[in-house]
């Protein structure tokens, strides 16, 4: 199965700045990647899917990148609802994965 | 909208069964997918429904012991799992695939339930 490996799983972050998350193929594919934020208590949000495409009410200031094994997910400028847990997840084959997820904290 | 129920703590080797509640769309053109979530680790595919009901999948992990369902006249979906191991103590989500009533099609899954937490004791 293709591993999804996302870095770091820790990012301090102070609200205004940017941050970078990283996701990690072990195989290419394409651009067949999909994030999603989770907040605590809550279900997981579609954020991106097609790796640059923005799911639907997702904010200008996230943006996706990426192609084959490397993938990014940027915020542009930390807002307090962007502070919680970031996952990717391929669907290029089966099963589908998904990577341990990055969590985006308060410095 | 999606709810969950039917999670609780369980002896090893017993059976438990899921239900996830839908409404807001129109269930039975729709696959339908069981999420899971083990303490401290990343989502893991669990199984999927596509929107007759009539093809199924499951991840190897529980392949043999759980078996997904669905009731298009209630707008349900349910994971019957049995031969339940401390290894399956997880949140269980519902998420449905939208763009298709396939199952084997999906690519990315929206929305998710808020889950339902099964724990499995030794």
């Known amino acids: 199965e293709i591993v999804m490996t996302q870095s770091p799983a820790t990012l301090s972050v102070s609200p205004g700045e940017r941050a970078i998350l990283s996701c990690r193929a072990s195989q290419s594919i394409s651009s067949r990647l999909a994030w999603y934020q989770q907040n605590p208590g809550q279900a997981p949000r579609l954020l991106m899917y097609g790796a640059d495409t923005r799911a639907p009410g997702v904010p200008a200031r996230f943006r996706g990148s990426g192609s084959g094994t490397e993938f990014t997910l940027t915020i542009s400028s930390l807002q307090s609802e962007d502070f919680a847990l970031y996952y990717c997840?391929?669907?290029?084959?089966?099963?589908?994965?998904f990577g341990h997820g990055t969590k985006v904290e308060i410095k | 909208q999606l709810v969950e129920s039917g999670g609780r703590v369980v002896r090893r080797g017993t059976s438990l069964r899921l239900s996830c509640a839908t409404s807001?769309?129109?269930?039975?053109?729709?696959?339908m997918h069981w999420v899971r979530q083990c303490p401290g680790k990343g989502p893991e595919w669990v199984s999927g429904i596509d929107g007759k009901g009539a093809i199924t999948g499951y991840a190897d992990s529980v392949k043999g012991r759980f078996i997904i369902s669905r009731d298009n006249a209630r707008n349900s979906l349910y994971l019957e799992m049995k031969s339940l191991r401390v290894e399956d103590t997880a949140v269980y989500y519902c998420?449905?695939?939208?763009?298709?009533?396939?199952?084997?099609?999906?690519?990315?899954?929206?929305?998710w339930g808020l889950g339902t937490l099964v724990t499995v004791s030794s």
């Open positions: 997840q391929q669907y290029d084959d089966w099963p589908r994965t």
């Open positions: 807001g769309f129109t269930f039975r053109d729709y696959g």
């Open positions: 998420a449905r695939d939208p763009g298709s009533g396939g199952m084997w099609s999906v690519r990315w899954f929206d929305p």
